[in-house]
């Protein structure tokens, strides 16, 4: 069973920037990569992007991201964070942002809110 601590999330004006962070614990050894996807109400979830175990982006990022967001990933003591580096934000950034883990299955995070916002 894997458990995540996400944070990082919250209320930022346009242009500036947020990071967040998915901390994954009780993952195999074997586990294959993270990822992050967004959701807003009314609509279905919107990849955001993946990398692997051994900080590979192997699937591209959304086209909406046009290289505003990076993913990256960290390990210590046999957790795995995950981080959402997610600079000049737009309103239409607004979401929540959940995290996944893939193993011999896919994991999710609870979701973090995002708000961009003047």
């Known amino acids: 069973q894997v458990q995540f601590v996400e944070s990082g999330g919250g209320l930022v004006q346009p242009g500036r920037s947020l990071r967040l962070a998915c901390e994954a614990s009780g993952s195999s050894v074997t586990f294959s990569a993270m990822g992050w996807y967004r959701q807003t109400p009314g609509h279905q979830r919107e990849w955001v992007g993946r990398?692997?175990?051994?900080?590979?982006?192997?699937?591209?990022?959304g086209d909406f991201v046009e290289g505003r967001f990076t993913i990256s990933i960290a390990r210590q003591n046999f957790k795995n964070t995950m981080y959402l580096q997610m600079n000049n934000l737009k309103s239409e950034d607004t979401a929540v942002y959940y995290c996944?883990?893939?193993?011999?299955?896919?994991?999710w995070g609870r979701g973090i809110q995002v708000t961009v916002s003047s």
């Open positions: 990398i692997t175990r051994d900080g590979i982006i192997d699937i591209d990022y």
């Open positions: 996944f883990l893939d193993d011999a299955t896919r994991y």
